[in-house]
């Protein structure tokens, strides 16, 4: 077994380092023969580590795959120290198959009872919003511009792996014949597979600005201010909008824009701009209870029946759900359930209700956010 430690360039003023990766937290990641824990097997596991404000990584090799177990010993007595795990999809395989692999040698192991950090899982959901092809760590890193000097996929790195053991094997004396030629000395290919490993590990940490989009859109923002706006629609008529500003906890790494409907939402650096498009007219309060109404359709609202039994008959009619409505004019926010009430809607099947804008609503920095939560949850 090989192993190899290497201090990191210092991140003690990095803000992502100092949020996400805590001294109790470890990042990690494993290289493999192959996707099933039941045919292959794990070469190396590599995990970073913060000591003393500096930040290790430390890469445990198996020359052999013998050497497995030694490995996994190394790594499970290291995790002892920590409570917390960071990894890229980690949750949907590493951690799967490490456990498989420790059920194997009947190694006992708590994985279970790890807090996990998948920055993979974490991000899932916002692709879209980052208007990106996938979610794979080099499509990530290539987002933010890390460069890097490695150019395999651990795919491609098996065939080397295994080439790389058959030579360990032969150098130690084994009668196992190699019949591939070997393309690579050992020494270039354990420098490939430990850079390949060294810079996933390293990926990772710089990838960690990438969690402020989740963390944005869990709530980690103040509302700074807010204003309406007036603006020309596509054809040609006047709209209005209200447009709330928001202060970011961590700032973007990089920018975005992204539609929803009638809402819009623009990030950059500390500050996202959130816009939605306000109904300006008159909307209807539909009553819950319409049997205790009449509908009038002369007036074209609906009064209780014991307003309206002083009606004439030929004036008034049963109410139904449709027709059970008294009605508003003014200036509307949507709203994607009843958040605030009253809620009125343009008719009674729709699924889109409003509520009035008001200077109690606007004044309201608590009533503010919560607005802003509620759309972010469209997106």
Not at 99 to 115: G, I, V
């Amino acid at each position: 077994m090989k192993t190899w430690q290497t201090e990191l360039t210092p991140f003690s003023d990095n803000p992502y380092v100092k949020t996400f990766f805590t001294p109790s937290s470890v990042f990690f990641d494993i290289e493999t023969t192959g996707f099933s824990a039941s045919h292959n097997q794990i070469y190396m596991i590599g995990y970073a580590y913060q000591r003393k404000s500096k930040i290790f990584i430390h890469q445990l090799f198996a020359e052999t795959p013998s050497e497995e177990p030694d490995i996994l010993a190394a790594f499970l007595d290291t995790l002892s120290s920590y409570d917390t795990l960071i990894s890229f999809h980690g949750t949907g395989f590493d951690v799967p198959f490490l456990k498989d692999r420790c059920a194997h040698y009947k190694m006992p192991e708590h994985f279970d009872s790890f807090r996990h950090l998948d920055i993979y899982k974490k991000l899932s959901k916002y692709k879209t919003i980052l208007n990106l092809p996938n979610l794979k760590q080099k499509t990530l890193e290539k987002f933010l511009g890390i460069a890097r000097e490695d150019l395999y996929s651990g795919r491609d790195l098996i065939s080397i792996y295994l080439e790389y053991a058959k030579l360990s094997l032969k150098n130690n004396g084994s009668n196992h014949k190699n019949d591939a030629a070997s393309f690579l000395s050992s020494e270039e290919a354990c420098a490939l597979l430990k850079l390949h490993n060294y810079e996933d590990i390293e990926g990772m940490i710089k990838l960690l600005p990438l969690l402020s989009y989740p963390r944005f859109f869990e709530g980690y923002f103040q509302v700074s201010s807010w204003e309406t706006h007036n603006w020309k629609t596509y054809e040609g008529t006047d709209g209005l909008e209200l447009i709330l500003s928001l202060e970011l906890e961590l700032p973007l790494p990089m920018p975005f824009t992204h539609p929803f409907g009638k809402l819009y939402v623009s990030g950059s650096c500390n500050q996202v701009k959130l816009r939605i498009e306000l109904f300006a007219g008159e909307l209807k309060y539909f009553y819950p209870n319409y049997k205790d109404y009449y509908y009038l359709p002369a007036e074209d609202v609906a009064v209780h029946k014991s307003v309206a039994a002083y009606v004439d008959k030929n004036y008034r009619t049963q109410a139904t759900a449709a027709t059970c409505y008294s009605k508003k004019s003014g200036c509307f926010l949507p709203q994607y359930q009843e958040l605030f009430s009253p809620a009125l809607k343009q008719n009674y099947q729709d699924k889109i209700s409003y509520f009035e804008q008001t200077e109690a609503f606007t004044s309201s920095k608590e009533h503010l956010k919560k607005y802003a939560l509620h759309l972010l949850e469209q997106f």
